[in-house]
């Protein structure tokens, strides 16, 4: 309608009846006016409180009204194929299909964004859809607009764009140049894309790493200064030896191994809390917390936090020598 481009949405209503021919009817409910600068107008039905989205009142004019998810849904539903669109949009690449995508929202990009339209004349649909989106992935095609258009010179024909942008922003995480063929266009996205999680996650876990191994540097003093008088303590039944953690170091080292909350809990800041390793040969069987103040074992635990065949004996055997502990906080 003369510059406007309209999205018409109607109800259709069918009465049918045994043994009679189905009775179809229609009705507009609304129209979304969108003009050359891609800004939009609604006008439709007054919205009624109501169970279903569809909610109107029948009999209240085409006015216009505020935007709202009713109208929102109801235009991104099935699309009529005959569609008449202004020269505009048709001179941006539009060719009678919105592609699955909201034909609001494509209208509206097609009208103001050149990356719609260099995406739509290139045929580039799954990209396409992924700009308009959301306003988070049309920032992300911008972001990585020279790749796009590299990826696009060399051939490379994007099936899948939710992965394909997650691959590149894991390429530049990895400092990867996102500019070379090589990297942007892979023969399997899948594989690749895959790889570079794994590779991703071992960078994250080796920073995490370092990051723990500070923060132990940074709690180290004052564990020392809580904990030194216990340093030392070794309690033995013949296998089972049960030795007090003498450094948040050690710490750390224990809860990666045994896959417990002790360094990232901070249990070395507990100034009530005593945490001795119980090992058979070196390797680590369970890990125990004492309660300074009533000399009781709080818990004793395995890896992932399970009991082991031992446990009863370790919490016997710190139980029996609780007297060690005793004594070095009364010296």
């Known amino acids: 309608?003369?510059?406007?481009?309209v999205v018409r949405m109607f109800l259709m209503m069918v009465e049918m009846r045994k043994g009679m021919k189905a009775s179809p009817a229609y009705l507009e409910i609304g129209q979304y006016f969108i003009d050359p600068k891609g800004n939009k107008t609604v006008v439709g039905l007054q919205r009624t409180l109501g169970y279903y989205i569809d909610?109107?009142?029948?009999?209240?004019?085409?006015e216009i009204r505020n935007d709202n998810d009713a109208f929102n849904h109801i235009a991104d539903q099935w699309v009529y194929p005959r569609i008449k669109v202004t020269d505009t949009i048709k001179r941006n690449g539009f060719k009678n299909s919105t592609h699955h995508i909201h034909p609001v929202t494509?209208?509206?990009?097609?009208?103001?964004?050149?990356?719609?339209e260099t995406l739509m004349k290139a045929n580039e649909i799954e990209l396409l859809r992924y700009l308009c989106s959301s306003d988070q992935r049309a920032e992300d095609i911008k972001r990585y607009w020279n790749t796009i258009k590299i990826a696009n010179r060399n051939g490379y024909k994007v099936n899948d764009s939710v992965m394909w942008v997650d691959y590149i922003k894991m390429l530049e995480r990895c400092d990867k140049n996102i500019q070379s063929p090589k990297y942007i266009c892979p023969a399997n996205l899948q594989e690749e894309h895959d790889r570079y999680v794994k590779k991703l996650q071992t960078i994250q876990d080796k920073a995490k790493r370092a990051e723990d191994i500070r923060k132990a540097q940074e709690r180290e003093a004052s564990f020392k200064e809580q904990k030194e008088k216990f340093f030392g303590i070794r309690i033995n039944d013949g296998e089972i030896e049960v030795k007090v953690l003498e450094s948040v170091e050690e710490y750390r080292q224990e809860a990666e191994s045994q896959h417990i909350c002790l360094f990232s809990a901070a249990y070395d800041q507990r100034e009530d809390s005593l945490i001795f390793s119980a090992r058979i040969d070196g390797k680590i069987i369970e890990t125990i917390e004492v309660d300074l103040k009533t000399l009781k074992v709080v818990q004793?635990?395995?890896?992932?936090?399970?009991?082991t065949e031992y446990?009863?004996?370790?919490?016997?055997?710190?139980?029996?020598?609780?007297?060690?502990?005793?004594?070095?906080?009364?010296?």
């Open 1 to 5: 309608i003369e510059d406007y481009q």
């Open 55 to 62: 909610s109107f009142a029948f009999g209240s004019p085409l």
């Open 106 to 116: 494509l209208f509206q990009q097609l009208l103001t964004n050149p990356k719609a």
């Open 300 to 307: 004793s635990r395995g890896v992932c936090n399970q009991n």
């Open 311 to 331: 446990h009863d004996r370790i919490i016997n055997l710190i139980n029996a020598n609780t007297h060690l502990i005793k004594e070095r906080i009364t010296a």
